[in-house]
C-alpha cells in the first residue's frame, strides 16, 4: 500500500503533463500550435478535474472493482491449493495453471464490456450490471466450485468476465470520455488528470484487497470472511454508479423519440419543399 501510494505521488509531483513543459516537442519559430489558433487551454486542475461529472464516482467504483480482481489475482492459486476439488487436493503448479482461467475470463470480459459499452452506449450501464452479476458467479464458486475441475474452472472464467469487464472498461473508455467531457468547453488537456485520478484510486483498492485477505483468511469461518468482503465489495461498486445508470436509462429514452421527431420535421420539409 505504501509502495503504491510513494508511486502516485511521485507521478503526481514530478510527471510533466505535456513533453512541452521539459523543452521537448517545441513548436518551430513562426508555426502555431493548434491551442493558440483556437485560443489558449490549459490543462485543469485536480480540483477541477474531480468536479467533472461522473468523475468520482467511477474512480470509486474502480476502487472496489480492482478490489476485487486482485484479490483474485493474488490469492486465487492459494486458495485453489488448499480447496479440494473433487476430492482431490491439486498440486501447486496445478493450482497455478488453473487460476490463469480467471485472466482468460477478464479477457473477454473486457471485449465484451467494450462492445457492450460502445454498441448502446451505456458505460454506467454496462459497469454496473457486470459488478452486480459478478455477486452471485463469485457465490457460485465459492460453494459450487470444489464439486469438480470443471466447474471450478466454468465458474472461474465466469467470474474473471463479470470482475475484470467493467476494470477494463473504465480504465480505458470511461477515463477518455471523462477527459474530454462537455463541461470542459472543449479542452481534452483534462485527460490525462482525469485518468491518473481514476486509475490512481483504483489502485488503492488493487493494494488493500490483497492485505485485507491476509488477515480475513485467518479470522472466523476463514475464506467464507473473504468472499464475503469481495460480495460487499461488488455491491458498493454498483451502488456508486446507480445515479449515472438512471441518468443514461432516461437518455436512452428520450433519444429515440427525438431522432423520429427529426425525422418527421426533415419528411415535413421535404413535403413542403416539393413541386
Not at 513548436?27 to 485536480?46: A, C, H, I, R, W
Not at 459488478?131 to 467470474?159: D, K, T
Amino acid at each position: 500500500l505504501l509502495v503504491r501510494l510513494g508511486d502516485g505521488v511521485g507521478v503526481f509531483a514530478f510527471l510533466p503533463v505535456h513533453p512541452e513543459n521539459v523543452g521537448h516537442g517545441v513548436v518551430p519559430t513562426g508555426q502555431e500550435s493548434d491551442d493558440k489558433k483556437d485560443g489558449v487551454k490549459k490543462g485543469v486542475g485536480f480540483l477541477t478535474a474531480l468536479r467533472i461529472p461522473g468523475v468520482v464516482p467511477f474512480s470509486l467504483c474502480l476502487f472496489f472493482a480492482k478490489l476485487v480482481a486482485y484479490t483474485f489475482l493474488y490469492w486465487l492459486p492459494f486458495y485453489i491449493r488448499h480447496t479440494p476439488i473433487g476430492g482431490k487436493t491439486l498440486s501447486v503448479q496445478a493450482a497455478g495453471d488453473l487460476s490463469v482461467l480467471f485472466d482468460i475470463g477478464g479477457v473477454a470480459g473486457g471485449i465484451l464490456a467494450g462492445y457492450l459499452s460502445d454498441r448502446y452506449n451505456a458505460r454506467s450501464i454496462v459497469s454496473a450490471g457486470f459488478v452486480y452479476i459478478a455477486i452471485p458467479v463469485l457465490y457460485m464458486y465459492r460453494e459450487y466450485g470444489h464439486i469438480s475441475y470443471f466447474w471450478n474452472a466454468l465458474l472461474m472464467m465466469l467470474s474473471g468476465v463479470f470482475v475484470n469487464g467493467p476494470y477494463a472498461l473504465i480504465t480505458t473508455a470511461v477515463s477518455a470520455d471523462l477527459g474530454t467531457h462537455e463541461s470542459l468547453k472543449g479542452n481534452a488537456h483534462a485527460l490525462a488528470t482525469v485518468t491518473a485520478i481514476i486509475d490512481g484510486t483504483g489502485s488503492l483498492g488493487a493494494a488493500l484487497g490483497p492485505m485485507l485477505t491476509g488477515y480475513l483468511s485467518q479470522i472466523g469461518d476463514g475464506w467464507t470472511n473473504v468472499f464475503f468482503m469481495l460480495y460487499g465489495a461488488a455491491l458498493c461498486a454498483g451502488l456508486l454508479l446507480m445515479r449515472l445508470v438512471m441518468k443514461e436509462v432516461i437518455q436512452m429514452q428520450i433519444t429515440p423519440t427525438t431522432a423520429k421527431d427529426y425525422e418527421s420535421i426533415g419528411n415535413d420539409r421535404d413535403v413542403k419543399n416539393s413541386p
